[in-house]
């Protein structure tokens, strides 16, 4: 009999910031002959269109545009986290599963209040509806302005 298991690889930026995670799921088992499946599709599974890099964010609003190929039905958590680490912005979007290979497009708007220019790391993550925790989390930097 086997047991359902998570290989999960996380990298954290400068400032401590979790900045990426990818996992796959495994099926342990207690003895047997190993099966090693191939790879994957090994591109990254969301892309962010909006906002480029560079670009200029103001306003208190912050519209966040993309494509992803999520692993299951579980909603997206878009977060912007400054870099002491104090969240100053969250929203959760709904994205259905597809047998597109490009993804599901996906558009939404982060309020954050902020009172000076901050850096902070725009994430977009996937929780693990078969074992609790974390499945996925992309981020790009981005520059606020109030």
């Known amino acids: 009999m086997g047991e359902l298991g998570r290989l999960t690889l996380s990298t954290q930026d400068d400032?401590?910031?979790?900045?990426?995670?990818?996992s796959v799921h495994l099926l342990l088992l207690a003895e047997g002959t190993s099966i090693i499946n191939l790879p994957g599709?090994?591109?990254?599974?969301?892309?962010i269109i909006q906002p480029a890099a560079?670009?200029?964010?103001?306003?208190?609003?912050?519209?966040?545009?993309?494509?992803?190929?999520?692993?299951?039905?579980?909603?997206?958590?878009?977060?912007?986290?400054?870099?002491?680490?104090?969240?100053?912005?969250?929203?959760?979007?709904?994205?259905?599963?597809?047998p597109d290979a490009d993804g599901v497009a996906f558009r939404v708007d982060i309020n954050y209040?902020?009172?000076?220019?901050v850096w902070a790391l725009?994430?977009?993550?996937?929780n693990d509806d078969r074992i609790g925790g974390l499945m996925y989390l992309y981020s790009q930097e981005v520059f606020l302005n109030p």
């Not at 400032?15 to 990818?22: C, D, I, L, S, T």
């Open 54 to 98: 560079g670009q200029p964010i103001s306003g208190g609003v912050l519209t966040v545009a993309g494509k992803m190929r999520p692993f299951n039905n579980l909603p997206l958590t878009l977060e912007l986290v400054d870099r002491d680490g104090n969240v100053i912005g969250t929203q959760m979007v709904a994205i259905p599963t597809t």
């Open 122 to 126: 725009l994430s977009v993550r996937q």
């Open 113 to 117: 209040g902020i009172s000076k220019a």
């Open 41 to 47: 599709d090994l591109r990254e599974r969301c892309v």
């Open 15 to 22: 400032y401590g910031r979790v900045n990426a995670v990818n």
